[in-house]
């Protein structure tokens, strides 16, 4: 019901803007200029890919990082030229996006509806195959405005194999978007069997439904589907962790008819960049997280129109790049400059995230942050922990009830409330919406005993299994509670669970093999991803970035009184983590009824209007 009338409000909204909008950039023009780095270059096959995954609203880019500046009318223009040059090759490119592309940024949330920005600026990129993240699922209307706006404008795309709707005018279960779709690409006559799936997710409103990924490749048109003799190229994607017991099984299933046929999968959800190796024909490519990375994937060898090879006997081979999402990365690959590389259709992109972003007065300043405030780039505690300044300044000023005006409060906040770092400099609207997107507010038990309040933090920050409750639904309790990032041990799939699951871990993933000894010229921070393919797949050679391991949870005792230890505390946190708090208790002995015996702490207060409130009170940038 939502669909049709959120539309022609943003046309209108649109054209209402056009006016005094300052002239086109293919670039937003805040944006910081990209920096000249060494590069990597792309080897073509006769199939190649671009993929986005988690972009979560990003489409102006990164506007504090010259690494990741390039906006969504740039990549417009990124995937023509790519197209034309595959062309010119004899070659085929396809556009891939695996979903999470609502909830985390100002360009999507600060809207109202949500969403209205986003939706026109997405649809100006071709992409030829997509499917729904588990973002786009949590609430009613999002997935409904998924149905009725994102679906049809990527008719022919947009795929759902295990996602299904409750119609909100029929009321009837119908599959949000085609199960899968049989294509051949255009130059090579390459025949493409796609798929579009959702990891098992089960935190979704009750009108949609995901089926497990085991049940999903049981079915019958899915047996069907795969038995098909004229397929070339298993194509899977999906918002699923290329590492994953989902992936795992859909390979297998593949693998049980078709042993011979290649496989290539794209992945998400995770937010990391990862090449997983299923086979020596069967490959998936993630592609990290708020458009800072494209993703690069070319497949040689491969049964043609015009050599129909013998699959069995043939090996093909694959080649997978992690793009930073910047202009001089994007001039590099295309082989292009200022004036040739950006496309009409691009610059119109830009021009419509930049109208966009204008009419969301996303650039307003509510205050200077004086320094940088990382999430896991600083170590926790310490001075430059955006947990700690939560810890040990936002919670203590702002946290307080009028109706409980005298009582000390113990206030849990799960470290996954906050998406992205803090720069040095202007924290701006849009600033507020990449921190803290969410729109949770507190919740609270009056008056519990300290002693046991105090352990509920240290439970949620325990091992996830060793809290994993018969009772409770979650198979892995607290993973819902930290940043995507850090799900990559809680999870411990393949190849994490071979290892010891500890930070270290997380660290091989993310940085380097070269030590940042100053003796490349030009090499600034950023990824050094090592992945199944080694450790050559980021385009750009970068020193590396020191990387840590944040807690769950964290936890602030807001007390006049202090520093006496209470007696008794209310016990405040997000509402999001209700579950986890709840079940937490019963482990530190307490008997509280969360059904009935909560309420909400500073109603009407979410988080974010908390910690933005703190930041206009504190921040001047005129001290700065
Ligand atoms: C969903 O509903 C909420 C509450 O009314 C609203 O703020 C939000 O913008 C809506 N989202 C969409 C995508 O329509
Ligand atoms: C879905 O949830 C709503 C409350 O959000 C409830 O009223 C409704 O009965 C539920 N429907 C089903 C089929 O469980
Ligand atoms: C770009 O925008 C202009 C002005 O609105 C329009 O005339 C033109 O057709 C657009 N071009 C493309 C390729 O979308
Ligand atoms: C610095 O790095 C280069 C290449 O990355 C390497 O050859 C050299 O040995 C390193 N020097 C030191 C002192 O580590
Ligand atoms: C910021 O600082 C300036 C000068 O110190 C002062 O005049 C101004 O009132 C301050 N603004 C706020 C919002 O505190």
Known sequence: ?????????????????????????????????????????????????????????????????????????????FATRMREKAEAQGQDLLVIDTGDRVEGNGLYDSSEPKGIFISEILRQQHIDVLCAGNHELYKRNTSET?????????????????????????????????????????????????????????????????????????????QEAIRDEDTDLFLVV????????????????????????????????????????????????????????????????????????????STPSFHRRYIDNNLYSFYHHTGLDQNTFPTEHGQNASRLIQQSRSALQLDKVHGCAPQNYWMSRAKYPSEDSIYTWLEKQVLPDMLRDESRVGMPALAVVNTGAIRFDIFKGPFTQDSTFTVSPFTSGFRYVKSVPYDKAILIVDILNKQPQILTDADAEETYFASGLAPPEH?????????YASLDRNVADYHKKQTPLLSSNNSTPNMVPGYTTIDDGGSDGDDTIHSPISFFRVPNCIQALVSSESPVVPEAVDLVYIDFIQSYVALAAKYAGLDIDFARDTDVYMPSKTF?????????????????
């Open 238 to 313: 999906g918002h699923v962790p290329v590492h994953s017991k989902e992936y795992d099984m859909i390979f297998k299933a593949i693998r049980a008819v078709r042993w011979h046929i290649p496989i290539q999968f794209f992945g998400g959800h995770y937010h990391i960049r990862d090449f997983a190796r299923y086979d020596s024909k069967a490959f998936g490519l993630a592609s990290g997280r708020f458009m800072e990375t494209v993703g690069f994937m070319s497949i040689d060898g491969l049964s043609t129109k015009t050599q129909r090879a013998i699959p069995a006997l």
């Open 487 to 495: 799900l990559v041990y809680s999870h411990g799939t393949a190849p």
């Open 146 to 222: 998924e149905f009725f706006t994102t679906v049809p404008n990527f008719r022919g795309s947009y795929l759902a194999s295990n996602i299904d709707i409750v119609h909100p005018r029929t009321t009837t279960a119908v599959p949000l978007a085609p199960r899968f779709k049989k294509f051949i690409t255009e130059n090579q006559g390459i025949r493409i069997l796609a798929f579009g799936f959702l990891f098992d997710f089960t935190k979704n409103d009750n009108n949609t439904i995901v089926q497990p990924v085991e049940e999903t490749v049981k079915e019958y048109w899915f």
């Open 1 to 77: 019901m939502v669909g049709p009338q959120i539309y022609s409000f943003s046309l209108l909204t649109f054209v209402s803007f056009t006016h005094w909008i300052s002239p086109l950039l293919a670039l937003q023009p805040s944006a910081p200029e990209p920096v000249v780095a060494p590069l990597r270059d792309l080897k073509w096959g006769q199939l190649n890919f671009l993929h986005t995954t988690d972009t979560h609203g990003w489409l102006a880019g990164h506007l504090q990082e010259p690494s990741y500046s390039a906006d969504w009318g740039d990549y417009v223009s």
């Open 608 to 624: 974010t209007d908390l910690v933005l409130d703190w930041i206009k009170h504190n921040w001047n940038c005129t001290d700065a």
